[in-house]
């Protein structure tokens, strides 16, 4: 069993950055496919990014030139590297593990992010 615990949300100003951060509590070796999700009020999840394999990289295209994952396997974390956020970016994040694809297995509790105009 493994635990996804995210941080690194908060508010923002258009045009700034943070970095989301989920740490495993057991060994993120075995989880091939790892992602970020996020959701925004009244709408559905969607993929943010994802890391399959150790390399194999998919972005939102919303999000293309501007957010950059990672992943830490000596660490145990996940990465979300996010520059000039913009509003709508605001939702909650979910970090996102599984053995063989991204969207099924294990999930974090979410991080909310919230930018300002």
């Known amino acids: 069993q493994v635990q996804l615990v995210e941080s690194g949300g908060g508010l923002v100003q258009a045009g700034g950055s943070l970095r989301l951060s989920c740490v495993a509590s057991?060994?993120?070796?075995?989880?091939?496919?790892m992602a970020w999700f996020r959701q925004a009020a009244g709408k559905q999840r969607e993929l943010v990014a994802a890391?399959?394999?150790?390399?194999?990289?998919t972005y939102a295209d919303s999000v293309k030139g501007r957010f950059t994952i990672s992943r830490d396997n000596a660490k145990n974390t996940l990465y979300l590297q996010m520059n000039n956020l913009k509003a709508e970016d605001t939702a909650v994040y979910y970090c996102?593990?599984?053995?063989?694809?991204?969207?099924?297995?294990?999930w974090g509790q979410g991080t909310q992010v919230t930018v300002s105009s």
């Open positions: 996102n593990g599984d053995t063989q694809t991204y969207g099924l297995g294990y």
């Open positions: 057991g060994s993120i070796f075995s989880l091939n496919a």
């Open positions: 890391i399959v394999g150790g390399s194999r990289i």
